[in-house]
């Protein structure tokens, strides 16, 4: 039995040196050298035998380092190759499951809102912001130096007001120069490290422009009123007559600012129609060639890197050519005594056959700049039409043609008085009106209205700063409506300011930063405007560090704006209004939760929602108040108090959302429509 192993050893060895992984011999050549040199008799002798492969095969695994002859000799058993396609299969499938499941997300996915829609937006008066260099006047460097303010209002859009080179009669509304930087506010150098700021801190920044008309400074004016070249018809000229010191104009078109729109000019022996200030002449918007210098301006600064324009007057671009007198409203008054703005129908001087026209090209230029992916510029239109919803619902444009993305809403600064019901009309009188798809937005405060504190009372600021942040669409706030500045007393302002623009100043008073001298809007000597008498209490470092100021309550409403789905983009629904309160829910679909503004715009006001709402859960809590110290408190739903000018966001949990009961149907909104996975934690469209 010894023998027979012994015998089987040799045979055993000789097999497996034949498979043998000779990868790691260092010199082969050398070790057959070595063995030839030896006594082959020295040789063990074997003796040949039959061996059964498939035995050998048994004996075979694989192992690292196996040259490419034996991996292939194990690829192709059925054992690995079966495994082999299995995993290729599977990966296949996967992929394309993958595929599917990501067009799936993307074609049910709701559009994501733009930058436009998805932040408030800060509008600056640039003289009253931040004086940068003593002289007393704001400037481009002073908005810089308080861009850390913008952020911390958790905002991401600045709307700076006109600062194009401009005499100070008419504030920079009426261009001298549309290329160039007032040198109040600043250099162009000064204006582009602006916008490089703005965009670095993830900031976007749009720009007024007003292409109804210029200065009688403007270059064009001074060519066209000595007839030169193109120029000659660049604006609106008309014989009329002069007699004895006294012109008669062409007709009884009276300007917005009053007395006749026509101005006899010296040089040319002729009349030019103004809309505004007599220095303001209007341009011909029925030459091409001005049309078409207009389109230059957009793109000259949309090349340095603007996000957008709200376009300003555009609604008196053109006018009858005809030249007919305008409809008198009061038809037994003498037309001699018509002076004023308001004792006409402006039937042939507003909104004219052509106008939108002209408009949606404005659109078209700036949508060549918005081809670039996260680059949409934006298009607004600062046109107030008041008592004509419709007119002003036109600026959106129609279903197959783009105009605005939104005309500003100035709905609740017109308001001539101040309850629940007004609110809830101004709030209404926008939404039903609001073509489909489009998106809404919201104003409380301009360079041309008085403050809030000033216009409603001090009591009611933070109330309606809860209104402004909690509506769907876009908010807007003018600079100071944060800290709930007033104007200032109208005399305090200067007999020189007041004389040089009929603009009115009180609402333009210096941004109030701090509690030292002029507020720490100038370290020079004076400012432009008297800062208000309140700054020492009613300023941003004193509010910053108070724990019930206005600034932090709207801070805090914008952060629950942004981080808020049903706030951000959900669903409105009006509730209740009356005299003193105005009650609107908002809902996204998906969420078993929703939140219920109770804003009391008038007396104390008990109300009993539970009623209202029988689905409503007995209890919410509040989750933001204008008193700070109720946040987080429970309440009653059957017995909601309000004191005035209190405001309450309340969160509550449910599971039938107002907007799916018939009773409130018609008192529903959406602009953007998305609904909530809960199991997937995304948005989609198909509710």
């Not at 004996?59 to 290729?88: D, N, W």
């Not at 001699?336 to 408009?359: K, N, P, R, W």
């Not at 100035?410 to 073509?435: C, D, Q, R, T, Y």
Request: one cysteine or more; a negative charge.
């Amino acid at each position: 039995m010894v023998e027979e192993k012994a015998k089987s050893l040799p045979m055993e060895l000789s097999e497996k040196r034949g498979v043998e992984n000779n990868g790691f011999v260092q010199n082969e050549a050398l070790d057959d050298e070595e063995t030839d040199t030896t006594s082959q008799e020295e040789m063990p002798k074997t003796c040949s035998v039959d061996v059964d492969p498939t035995a050998v095969e048994e004996l075979l695994k694989p192992y690292a380092g196996m040259p490419k002859e034996v991996l292939l000799k194990f690829s192709s058993q059925a054992r690995y190759r079966v495994t082999r396609e299995i995993l290729f299969w599977l990966i296949i499938t996967a992929a394309v499951l993958l595929v599917c499941a990501t067009i799936a997300i993307i074609a049910l996915s709701p559009k994501c809102l733009d930058w436009w829609q998805a932040s408030p937006i800060y509008r600056i008066y640039p003289r009253s912001f931040k004086d940068s260099n003593m002289d007393g006047n704001g400037d481009l460097k002073g908005i810089q130096e308080k861009l850390d303010h913008i952020t911390y209002l958790n905002i991401k859009t600045i709307w700076i007001t006109s600062f194009y080179k401009s005499p100070l009669k008419d504030l920079g509304y009426g261009a001298e120069d549309f290329y160039d930087i007032d040198p109040m506010f600043g250099s162009m150098s000064d204006f582009e490290n602006l916008v490089a700021a703005i965009h670095d801190r993830g900031l976007k920044v749009i720009m007024d422009l007003i292409p109804n008309h210029t200065s009688d400074k403007h270059q064009w004016f001074q060519l066209s009123r000595n007839r030169t070249g193109k120029y000659t018809d660049y604006y609106i000229w008309q014989d009329c007559t002069q007699a004895a010191g006294s012109v008669t104009p062409p007709n009884n078109w009276v300007s917005v600012f009053g007395n006749s729109s026509w101005q006899f000019d010296d040089v040319r022996k002729q009349c030019y129609f103004h809309q505004f200030g007599k220095e303001q002449p209007d341009l011909n918007f029925r030459n091409l060639a001005v049309q078409q210098e207009i389109h230059d301006i957009i793109k000259f600064w949309l090349g340095k890197g603007i996000d957008g324009f709200s376009f300003s007057a555009v609604k008196y671009l053109l006018e009858a050519t005809h030249l007919r007198d305008e409809p008198q409203v009061n038809k037994s008054q003498s037309q001699e005594s018509i002076t004023a703005y308001s004792q006409l129908y402006h039937d042939y001087t507003t909104t004219q056959v052509g106008m939108h026209d002209i408009i949606r090209s404005f659109r078209q230029t700036i949508n060549q700049f918005s081809s670039e992916p996260g680059r949409y510029r934006f298009m607004g239109s600062d046109d107030d039409e008041k008592e004509d919803i419709e007119a002003t619902m036109m600026y959106y444009g129609t279903t197959f043609i783009q105009e605005a993305d939104f005309p500003f809403n100035f709905n609740l600064i017109n308001m001539k008085n101040l309850s629940g019901n007004s609110i809830f009309e101004a709030v209404n009188l926008w939404m039903k009106n609001m073509p489909a798809g489009k998106w809404p937005n919201w104003a409380v405060g301009s360079p041309n209205a008085a403050r809030i504190s000033s216009r409603i009372g001090k009591e009611y600021v933070n109330v309606i700063n809860m209104l402004l942040l909690t509506l769907p669409g876009t908010p807007v706030t003018y600079y100071g409506e944060e800290i709930g500045m007033e104007n200032i007393a109208s005399e305090n302002v200067s007999e020189e300011c007041m004389n040089s623009d009929p603009v009115t100043f009180p609402e333009k008073s210096p941004m109030q930063w701090d509690g030292k001298v002029n507020a720490g809007f100038t370290e020079g000597n004076s400012s432009w405007l008297p800062v208000n008498s309140d700054y020492q209490s009613v300023n941003v470092e004193i509010q910053m560090t108070g724990s019930n100021s206005t600034l932090n309550l709207y801070r805090e409403l914008t952060s629950l704006r942004n981080n808020e789905l049903p706030i951000h983009r959900g669903w409105m629904c009006y509730v209740w209004n009356d005299s003193n309160v105005f009650v609107y829910v908002r809902e996204l679909d998906g969420l078993d939760r929703g939140f219920m503004m109770v804003l009391n715009f008038g007396q104390e006001s008990t109300i009993d929602l539970k009623a209202i709402i029988p689905n409503l859960p007995s209890e919410a809590i509040i989750r933001l108040s204008t008193n700070f110290s109720n946040a987080g408190k429970a309440v009653n739903t059957k017995l909601i108090k309000t004191e005035m000018g209190e405001g309450l966001v309340l969160e509550y949990k449910t599971a039938k959302p107002v907007h799916t009961m018939e009773a409130f149907q018609g008192n529903c909104f959406v602009a953007e429509k998305a609904c909530y996975s809960s199991a997937f934690n995304l948005l989609y469209v198909n509710c």
